[in-house]
Nanobody
Framework: QVQLVEFGGGLVQPGGSLRLSCEASGSITTIYVMGWYRQVPGKQRELVATITNTGRINYAESVMGRFTISEDNAKNTVYLQMNSLKPEDTAVYYC??????WGQGTQVTVSS
């Protein structure tokens, strides 16, 4: 089992920044994919960004150039730095580990 705990959501004005963090614990493996997904009511959960143990990174086109995913292996933590936030980025953001494990979600609201 893997447990994921997320931090960092909140309310921010358009153009602002937030940083999300997700700490993994439990049965961590050396081969992994960690990432962030987001979901708004009535829509499917969508990929935001992922990072692998080899450092391979993937972004959704809608966040490319604005969001940056990174990790701290010593802390088993992945981060999502979100800049130039837009109202359409408003969603619940979920951390994911190796497809099958999800965090509890953290709300990000971009509004003036």
């Amino acid at each position: 089992q893997v447990q994921l705990v997320e931090f960092g959501g909140g309310l921010v004005q358009p153009g602002g920044s937030l940083r999300l963090s997700c700490e993994a614990s439990g049965s961590i493996t050396t081969i992994y994919v960690m990432g962030w997904y987001r979901q708004v009511p009535g829509k499917q959960r969508e990929l935001v960004a992922t990072i692998t143990n080899t450092g391979r990174i993937n972004y959704a086109e809608s966040v490319m150039g604005r969001f940056t995913i990174s990790e701290d292996n010593a802390k088993n933590t992945v981060y999502l730095q979100m800049n130039s936030l837009k109202p359409e980025d408003t969603a619940v953001y979920y951390c994911n580990y190796n497809v099958g494990y999800w965090g509890q979600g953290t709300q990000v609201t971009v509004s003036s």
